[in-house]
């Protein structure tokens, strides 16, 4: 019996024992209390960036949502980890035309349509944050971001994409762990409460199966005390 095993998942779940053993550690220490996290993010998706021609034209923003929990283990460090739900780009390609996608060839017999969907990825980090005493605070934040995106074709006519013909279903399926780095302020609305602006980037540090991971991430988050 073969048994696959999702290697990023395992990290993931390995990341979010050790917080939750962190959680119990900490709470002999004056740190500030564990938070929970949701919000509307902007998602700027550059999955078919190396596209270019003049039968073409590309979506790359979607709209997403965000959810995470964050751990403190001192004033000014914690522990977070969430998940960003699905979202995707889109490439419509009016004519015949051919190129290269991921660094492998492409051609298109008539018009059609190429899609990236993400599907529901999750993150797991450090956010380092300027005092907690102040009602606005600013903060930095790193760490890795596990992803899988399938690239799929619609449409009247077929993609021959590095040498094989494709009509109305996946392409291409990777998936891979990589870091991402990011900026925010925050603003407290109560003793418990806060509003969180935040600017994520993501990139692929290597390509898989020729395809990176690329996308910016704009989000409003609302956070709660407990």
Known sequence: ?????????????????SFLLTSNVTQAHEVPKTSINAGLTIIQDNAFKSLSGANLSVDKNDFAAIFSLTQPISPSIAFEAGALTGFESSANITNSTSGTLHGKPYSSDGSLTLK????????????????????????????????????SVSGANSLT???????????????????????????????????????????????????????????????LHF
Do not use: R
């Not at 019996?1 to 024992?17: A, D, E, G, H, S």
């Not at 903060?139 to 992803?147: A, D, E, M, Q, R």
């Open 1 to 17: 019996m073969n048994i696959k095993i999702n290697k990023n998942k395992v990290i993931f779940q390995l990341l979010l024992l």
């Open 116 to 151: 990236a969907k993400t599907e529901m990825s999750y993150f797991a980090g450090m956010k380092f944050s300027t005092s907690n005493h102040e009602s606005i605070n600013a903060y930095v934040k790193t760490g890795l971001h596990f992803w899988e995106i399938d690239f």
């Open 161 to 223: 994409y590095n040498g094989t013909p494709y009509s109305s279903n996946t392409f291409l399926k990777v998936d891979g762990s990589d870091p991402y780095l990011g900026l925010g302020l925050t603003y407290d609305t109560s003793n418990n409460s806060f509003i969180d602006l935040e600017y994520l980037t993501m990139a692929s540090t290597n390509a898989i199966q020729g395809a990176e991971f690329d996308i910016d991430v704009y989000s409003l988050k609302w956070s």
